[in-house]
C-alpha cells in the first residue's frame, strides 16, 4: 500500500486545482436553476428512503420486460410514478455511486476512474458534499441499512451497506445500519443497497430464491448475444437475480407499512447502473446506462405538483437528478451548483434536454468515453477508437461467460455481423444511434446524410458540457497509477482465468 501513498502526492496537488475549479463551478450555479426553500417544520417533511439495486436495467415486469415476474416492484409502480428515461452518469458502480451521492457528475469531481482513491487521501472538492451531511444539516437521521430485522432473524433479508465511492470520506457518512432505529428518528433519510443483480454469490444462487425460474428457452435478449444455449442460460440466471431482488423489496414494503411508515415515507427505487453483461456494465450504451426508476408519494402527506400515482414519465432524468429532488423534498433544496436537477415538485427545473455519461478507467482497463442522449438519439465519442470494444479487462474475463463463449464462437464462425462486432479489434471514434427504432443500439449512423444536422447538434451539446462541467478526464491519469491496477489485476485474475480457460476446454472436449 505504500505505493499508493506515495502516488498520492501528485494527485493531492491535482486535488488542489480540482478544488479552486469546483468551487468556482459551484459559485458560478453551472448553468443551471437553483431554489433555496426555507425548512419546514420536521412532522410537515417526508421520511426518504432508496432502494438501490446494483448492476440492474430495467427488465423488470412494470417495464413490460417478458420473463420476468416482479409483483413488489410492478405494486411500487402501480403507486408511484415510473421513469422510462432515467439514465446514470457512468456505467460503473464506483464512478456512478460518486455521482449520485453528491448530485455532481463524476467527471467534474475527479471520480471518474473506477477503483481509484482506495487508500490515498483523495477528497471531495471543495463545497461539494455527500447528500447525507446535507440532509443532516436538515435535521434529517440518515440510515445506510444493514440489519432488517432484530439480530438478522431473516439472515436472507439484509442489506449490503455499500458505498463504493472514490473518494475518501472521512468520517461517518450515515447515522446508523439498523431499521430498528427508523421508527424514532423521524424525519429519517435511509438506503438499502441489494446486490442479487451484482454478480457473485447471490447471482449465482437467485434461482433457489424464487418460485418459478426464468426459462432460458423463452428468453428475449438483445440480438448482439449469440443464440445459444451458455448464453440464454447467462441471461435467464439475471432475470433470476432480478426476481429474488424483487421478494427483497417487498420485504422492505411490507415492513414500513407494519411499522406505520408508509405513509410518511417517500420510497425511490433505482439501479446504480445497468446490467452486468456483456456491452452493458462499463459500457456506456443504453445497456449500461438506462435503470429503472420508480419514486412512490406517502398517501400521509400532500403529494406535490404534477405527481399522480400510477402514471408514466418519458421525462429524461439524471441519476444525479435523484439527489437533487431528494434534497427538495426534505425542504432544503439542491445548493446553488449542484448539477442535479429537480424533477419532481413545485420547485422542479424544466425537463432536461440531454442527459450525460461516461466511461474512463475500470480497474486495469484505460479508457475514455463520453456519451450525450436525448429523447431519441445517442451520441457516443471514443477517444480510445485504436482499442476494441473487448479489450482486456480480467475482471469481465473471469466473471462474464459471455465472453469466452463469443470468442469460441467467433472462431468457429458461428456470430452474425452484429455479434461479431463485439469482438472487433477497433471501435468506430464516433457513434449515432437512433434509439426509437434501434434499441439495442446496433446500426451506427454517423454516416448517414440524413442524421447529419442531429451528428452536429449533439456533438456541439457534448464539447459544450466537457468545457461547462470542468470534465477531469481532459488530464490522463499518471502512468504509475495504471501500472498499480494493471498489477493488481493480474495478481487476482490471471490464474483464476486460466483455470476457466482450462475447464471450458475440457468440457469442449467432452462434448
Known amino acids: 500500500m505504500r505505493t499508493l501513498t506515495r502516488l498520492g502526492e501528485p494527485r493531492r496537488r491535482a486535488s488542489v486545482v480540482l478544488a479552486i475549479g469546483v468551487a468556482l463551478l459551484l459559485l458560478s450555479g453551472a448553468g443551471c436553476v437553483h431554489r433555496q ?41 402501480a403507486e408511484g410514478v415510473r421513469y422510462t428515461r432515467a439514465f446514470t452518469t457512468a456505467p460503473v458502480c464506483s464512478s456512478s455511486r460518486s455521482a449520485f451521492m453528491t448530485g455532481m457528475y463524476q467527471t ?32 434529517y437521521f440518515t440510515a445506510n441499512l444493514v440489519h432488517l430485522t432484530e439480530n438478522d432473524e431473516e439472515p436472507y433479508f439484509r442489506g449490503t451497506g455499500k458505498t463504493d465511492w472514490n473518494f475518501h470520506y472521512d468520517g461517518q457518512p450515515f447515522d446508523t445500519d439498523r431499521w430498528s432505529e427508523l421508527v424514532s428518528r423521524e424525519p429519517f433519510y435511509a438506503q438499502v443497497n441489494f446486490p442479487e443483480t451484482h454478480r457473485g454469490q447471490e447471482w449465482d444462487s437467485a434461482h433457489e430464491y424464487i418460485t418459478r425460474p426464468a426459462d432460458p428457452a423463452a428468453v428475449r435478449m438483445p440480438p448482439y448475444y449469440p443464440d445459444h444455449p451458455e448464453a440464454r442460460a447467462d441471461w435467464a440466471q439475471y432475470l433470476n437475480a432480478v426476481m429474488s431482488l424483487d421478494q427483497k423489496v417487498g420485504f422492505v414494503l411490507d415492513r414500513l407499512e407494519d411499522d406505520g411508515l408508509a405513509d410518511r415515507t417517500v420510497v425511490i427505487f433505482m439501479s446504480d ?44 432524468v439524471s441519476a444525479i437528478d435523484v439527489s ?42 484505460v479508457d475514455r468515453i463520453r456519451t450525450v442522449r436525448d429523447a431519441r438519439y ?20 473471469f466473471s462474464y461467460p459471455m465472453i469466452p463463449l463469443m470468442r469460441e464462437l467467433e472462431a468457429e464462425g458461428r456470430l452474425t455481423p452484429i455479434q461479431a462486432q463485439l469482438l472487433a479489434p477497433t471501435r468506430p471514434r464516433e457513434e449515432l444511434y437512433d434509439v426509437e427504432v434501434d434499441p439495442y443500439e446496433t446500426e451506427n449512423l454517423v454516416d448517414d446524410p440524413l442524421r447529419a444536422k442531429d451528428l452536429g447538434r449533439l456533438r456541439a451539446t457534448l464539447d459544450t458540457w466537457i468545457v461547462e462541467s470542468q470534465d477531469q478526464g481532459r488530464t490522463p491519469e499518471s502512468l504509475e497509477i495504471v501500472e498499480y491496477w494493471e498489477r493488481q489485476m493480474r495478481v487476482t485474475y490471471d490464474a483464476r482465468i486460466a483455470s476457466m480457460l482450462e475447464r471450458r476446454s475440457r468440457r469442449r472436449e467432452e462434448r
Do not use: C
Open 273 to 316: 447502473h445497468g446490467r452486468a453483461m456483456v456491452r452493458g456494465k462499463q459500457w456506456p450504451y443504453d445497456s449500461g446506462l438506462h435503470v429503472p426508476l420508480i419514486v412512490r408519494w406517502p398517501e400521509g402527506i400532500a403529494a406535490p405538483e404534477g405527481f399522480e400515482a400510477g402514471t408514466v414519465s418519458d421525462r429524461l
Open 108 to 139: 467534474t469531481i475527479g471520480a471518474h476512474n473506477h477503483r481509484s482513491h482506495r487508500e490515498d487521501a483523495y477528497t471531495l472538492p471543495h463545497g461539494v458534499r455527500v447528500i447525507t451531511d446535507r440532509l443532516r444539516d436538515l435535521g
Open 37 to 77: 426553500v426555507n425548512q419546514g417544520p420536521a412532522t410537515e417533511r417526508p421520511n426518504i428512503f432508496w432502494v438501490i439495486a446494483e448492476d440492474m436495467g430495467p427488465e423488470l415486469g412494470a417495464y413490460n420486460h417478458p420473463a420476468v415476474e416482479t409483483p413488489n416492484l410492478d405494486r411500487l409502480a
Open 378 to 397: 445517442r451520441y457516443i465519442r471514443n477517444y480510445y477508437s485504436e482499442q476494441g470494444l473487448l479489450q482486456l479487462n480480467r475482471y469481465k474475463e
Open 324 to 365: 437533487a429532488t431528494t434534497l427538495s423534498i426534505a425542504s432544503g433544496g439542491p445548493p446553488a451548483g449542484m448539477q442535479g436537477q429537480v424533477f419532481l415538485g413545485v420547485h422542479a427545473d424544466p425537463p432536461r434536454e440531454y442527459v450525460f455519461g461516461g466511461r474512463d478507467r475500470g480497474d486495469e482497463t
